[in-house]
Every structure is written in structure tokens, then in C-alpha cells.
């Protein structure tokens, strides 16, 4: 029907992003067209540890998210600012560089449709995972190909007796 307005068509979608410091990230599709504190809540509720330090633009959800949830530290900056002028260690530099990552890994695809987005979303974070263990896994591999004990190593590894801390 070419009567019907498209734009009804088009679904309105956020991504709240967490990334900590460490590497760690939290990517949610929220279909709304302003992000509200339910929808913060709902995506970071329990993925906060207590006493960790939130660090958000100005946004009024995000300050509403803060006051509500006493146990974390809330500090915000100006999303054009990116950095707090008195304290240069509260910047929002780490997640505009996920973004800036995200949307690079999402380019490569010939359009991404809603509906599968938080796929994507899933993928680009685990594949960030993987990366960070690269070099463990490797060395497991060569040390379990060298040991004259691979085959043992191999079936406890099949039967998840023995764990590897990372």
C-alpha cells in the first residue's frame, strides 16, 4: 500500500551502552524513542557492582537512574564536553570509542535490520571477548599439543574437570 506513510514503518531504537574500563560491555536494544530511566533500569539492573562509579552524559534518565540507585557513584559530563574539566579522569571516552568501534563492525554488513540487531550487538561484544583471551587460548593450545599428556589434558578439559582461570 504506497498511501500508507513509511516513516509508521520505521522502529525508533536506543542502544544503552556500559563499557567498563577493563574492557567488559553491556549493549541492549531498547525500542523507544526517548530513553527513559525504566529502560536504564532494566538494562544495567544487577550488572553494576555496588560501589562502582557510573559515568554517563547529562542525559535527565541517567540522573534519575543515579539518585535511584544509591548504591553506585553517579557522575555525569557534558556529552559535548567529553571530559569533566576539574577531574580528567571522568570522561565519556571509553564509550564514545566502543560507539566509534560498534559502528565500524556494523558498517561492514550491508545494512542491519532492527530485528536482528541485538545479535549484532552480542557478536561485536563477544568477539571483543575473545580478543582479550587471544593469547591464553593460544598457549593452551601449544602446551596441550607439546605435553606428552595432551590426550589426558583433552579428555578432562571434555568433561569440565579441570577449569582455566584467565
Excluded at 564509550?95 to 536482528?116: D, P
Excluded at 607439546?146 to 578439559?157: E, K, M, R
Amino acid at each position: 500500500d504506497f498511501s500508507r506513510n513509511e516513516a509508521e514503518d520505521v522502529s525508533v531504537v536506543q542502544i544503552v551502552t556500559a563499557v567498563e574500563r577493563k574492557g567488559s560491555k553491556v549493549l541492549k536494544v531498547v525500542e523507544t524513542k526517548r530513553l527513559s530511566e525504566k529502560n536504564i533500569n532494566d538494562v544495567l539492573e544487577n550488572k553494576i557492582e555496588i560501589g562502582s562509579t557510573l559515568i554517563t552524559d547529562k542525559h535527565p534518565s541517567y540522573k534519575a537512574f543515579g539518585k535511584s540507585n544509591s548504591e553506585i557513584i553517579h557522575k555525569s559530563v557534558r556529552a559535548s564536553e567529553h571530559v569533566n574539566k576539574q577531574d580528567r579522569s571522568v570522561h565519556l571516552q571509553t564509550v564514545n570509542q566502543t560507539h566509534a568501534q560498534l559502528r565500524k563492525f556494523l558498517g561492514t554488513f550491508n545494512g542491519v535490520s532492527t530485528k536482528y540487531l541485538q545479535n549484532y550487538l552480542n557478536w561485536y561484544a563477544y568477539e571483543g571477548k575473545i580478543e582479550e583471551h587471544k593469547a591464553v587460548i593460544k598457549q593452551w593450545i601449544i602446551t596441550g599439543m607439546l605435553t606428552p599428556l595432551a590426550y589426558q589434558l583433552f579428555w578432562l578439559f571434555k568433561q569440565n574437570d579441570v577449569n582455566i582461570r584467565t
